[in-house]
Protein backbone atom coordinates (compact mmCIF):
# COMPACT_ATOMS: atom_id res chain seq x y z
CA UNK A 1 0.00 0.00 0.00
CA UNK A 2 1.37 3.48 -0.81
CA UNK A 3 -1.18 5.98 1.26
CA UNK A 4 -4.55 4.98 2.86
CA UNK A 5 -7.16 7.53 3.57
CA UNK A 6 -5.51 9.63 5.97
CA UNK A 7 -2.43 9.96 3.93
CA UNK A 8 -5.08 10.84 1.03
CA UNK A 9 -6.29 13.74 3.06
CA UNK A 10 -2.85 15.24 3.35
CA UNK A 11 -2.83 16.17 -0.66
CA UNK A 12 -6.14 16.23 -1.46
CA UNK A 13 -8.65 18.67 -0.10
CA UNK A 14 -12.13 16.78 -0.65
CA UNK A 15 -13.72 15.60 2.58
CA UNK A 16 -16.90 13.54 3.63
CA UNK A 17 -18.97 12.98 1.66
CA UNK A 18 -17.03 14.33 -1.34
CA UNK A 19 -13.85 12.00 -1.00
CA UNK A 20 -14.19 9.33 -3.12
CA UNK A 21 -10.73 7.23 -2.98
CA UNK A 22 -10.17 5.22 0.13
CA UNK A 23 -6.60 4.45 -1.03
CA UNK A 24 -3.86 4.64 -2.78
CA UNK A 25 -2.33 1.17 -4.15
CA UNK A 26 0.70 2.67 -6.52
CA UNK A 27 2.29 5.39 -7.31
CA UNK A 28 4.65 6.06 -9.87
CA UNK A 29 5.80 9.46 -10.63
CA UNK A 30 8.36 8.44 -12.99
CA UNK A 31 5.80 6.72 -15.53
CA UNK A 32 3.07 8.92 -14.48
CA UNK A 33 0.99 6.19 -13.22
CA UNK A 34 -1.26 5.77 -9.97
CA UNK A 35 -4.03 2.88 -9.12
CA UNK A 36 -6.58 3.87 -6.17
CA UNK A 37 -9.45 1.95 -4.55
CA UNK A 38 -12.58 2.65 -3.82
CA UNK A 39 -14.86 0.41 -1.98
CA UNK A 40 -18.45 1.16 -2.16
CA UNK A 41 -20.97 0.16 0.65
CA UNK A 42 -24.88 0.74 1.18
CA UNK A 43 -23.66 3.75 3.27
CA UNK A 44 -22.95 6.26 0.33
CA UNK A 45 -25.05 9.07 1.02
CA UNK A 46 -26.14 9.12 -3.03
CA UNK A 47 -27.90 5.82 -2.89
CA UNK A 48 -30.42 7.41 -1.03
CA UNK A 49 -31.66 8.80 -3.96
CA UNK A 50 -29.61 7.05 -6.75
CA UNK A 51 -31.98 4.76 -7.08
CA UNK A 52 -34.10 3.76 -3.74
CA UNK A 53 -34.70 0.00 -4.20
CA UNK A 54 -32.06 -0.01 -6.85
CA UNK A 55 -28.67 1.23 -5.36
CA UNK A 56 -26.51 2.11 -8.54
CA UNK A 57 -22.99 4.82 -7.97
CA UNK A 58 -24.11 7.53 -10.12
CA UNK A 59 -21.53 7.68 -13.48
CA UNK A 60 -20.59 10.76 -12.25
CA UNK A 61 -18.75 10.07 -9.22
CA UNK A 62 -16.75 7.24 -10.42
CA UNK A 63 -15.21 9.86 -13.40
CA UNK A 64 -15.35 12.15 -10.09
CA UNK A 65 -13.21 9.54 -8.06
CA UNK A 66 -11.01 8.79 -11.12
CA UNK A 67 -10.43 12.23 -11.08
CA UNK A 68 -9.20 12.55 -7.59
CA UNK A 69 -6.66 9.49 -8.23
CA UNK A 70 -5.62 11.71 -10.88
CA UNK A 71 -5.52 14.74 -9.06
CA UNK A 72 -3.39 12.57 -6.10
CA UNK A 73 -0.69 12.24 -9.02
CA UNK A 74 -1.21 15.16 -10.61
CA UNK A 75 0.01 17.47 -7.15
CA UNK A 76 2.72 14.91 -6.34
CA UNK A 77 4.54 15.26 -9.63
CA UNK A 78 4.32 18.97 -9.68
CA UNK A 79 5.71 19.00 -4.96
CA UNK A 80 2.62 20.65 -4.29
CA UNK A 81 0.55 19.33 -1.59
CA UNK A 82 -1.85 22.30 -0.72
CA UNK A 83 -3.46 22.82 -3.93
CA UNK A 84 -6.61 21.77 -5.53
CA UNK A 85 -7.26 20.02 -8.98
CA UNK A 86 -9.79 21.64 -11.14
CA UNK A 87 -11.56 19.67 -14.10
CA UNK A 88 -11.14 21.33 -17.35
CA UNK A 89 -12.71 18.84 -20.12
CA UNK A 90 -13.86 14.92 -20.06
CA UNK A 91 -13.55 13.05 -23.14
CA UNK A 92 -14.66 9.99 -24.30
CA UNK A 93 -16.27 8.39 -21.07
CA UNK A 94 -17.68 5.57 -21.11
CA UNK A 95 -20.11 3.45 -18.73
CA UNK A 96 -20.17 -0.61 -19.63
CA UNK A 97 -21.62 -2.08 -16.16
CA UNK A 98 -23.54 -0.39 -13.23
CA UNK A 99 -21.55 -0.23 -10.13
CA UNK A 100 -23.32 -1.69 -6.92
CA UNK A 101 -22.86 -1.62 -3.05
CA UNK A 102 -20.50 -4.35 -2.12
CA UNK A 103 -18.00 -3.50 -4.98
CA UNK A 104 -14.45 -2.35 -5.01
CA UNK A 105 -13.43 -0.12 -7.58
CA UNK A 106 -9.99 0.21 -9.26
CA UNK A 107 -8.90 2.80 -10.87
CA UNK A 108 -6.00 2.81 -12.91
CA UNK A 109 -4.88 6.58 -13.74
CA UNK A 110 -2.13 7.33 -16.21
CA UNK A 111 -0.57 10.51 -16.88
CA UNK A 112 -1.21 11.47 -21.29
CA UNK A 113 0.93 15.39 -21.20
CA UNK A 114 1.44 16.52 -17.71
CA UNK A 115 2.69 19.52 -17.03
CA UNK A 116 3.15 21.67 -13.77
CA UNK A 117 -0.19 23.59 -13.87
CA UNK A 118 -2.07 21.31 -16.16
CA UNK A 119 -2.58 17.67 -17.46
CA UNK A 120 -4.52 15.26 -19.69
CA UNK A 121 -4.81 11.49 -18.00
CA UNK A 122 -6.33 8.39 -18.76
CA UNK A 123 -7.78 6.64 -16.13
CA UNK A 124 -9.91 3.23 -16.24
CA UNK A 125 -12.32 1.99 -13.78
CA UNK A 126 -12.48 -1.77 -12.50
CA UNK A 127 -14.86 -4.06 -10.45
CA UNK A 128 -13.74 -7.68 -10.08
CA UNK A 129 -11.13 -6.80 -13.27
CA UNK A 130 -13.79 -6.32 -15.95
CA UNK A 131 -13.50 -2.59 -17.14
CA UNK A 132 -17.22 -0.73 -15.66
CA UNK A 133 -15.88 2.94 -16.94
CA UNK A 134 -13.30 4.71 -18.80
CA UNK A 135 -12.65 8.55 -19.80
CA UNK A 136 -9.65 11.10 -20.81
CA UNK A 137 -9.70 14.11 -18.65
CA UNK A 138 -8.21 17.52 -18.55
CA UNK A 139 -7.25 19.06 -15.36
CA UNK A 140 -5.79 22.66 -14.19
CA UNK A 141 -3.69 22.71 -10.80
CA UNK A 142 -3.73 25.23 -8.78
CA UNK A 143 -1.73 26.22 -5.90
CA UNK A 144 -4.08 27.13 -2.49
Do not use: W
Not at 47 to 56: A, Q
Not at 74 to 79: P, Q, T
Request: a neutral charge.
Amino acid sequence: MYADVMKVMEVLPHRYPFLLIDRIIELDLENQRIVALKNVTYNEPFFIGHFPGNPVMPGVLVIEAMAQAGAYMMLKKAGIEDGTVLFASIEEAKFRKPIIPGDQIIFEVEGINLKKSMGKIKGVAKVDGQVVCEAILMAAVRKS
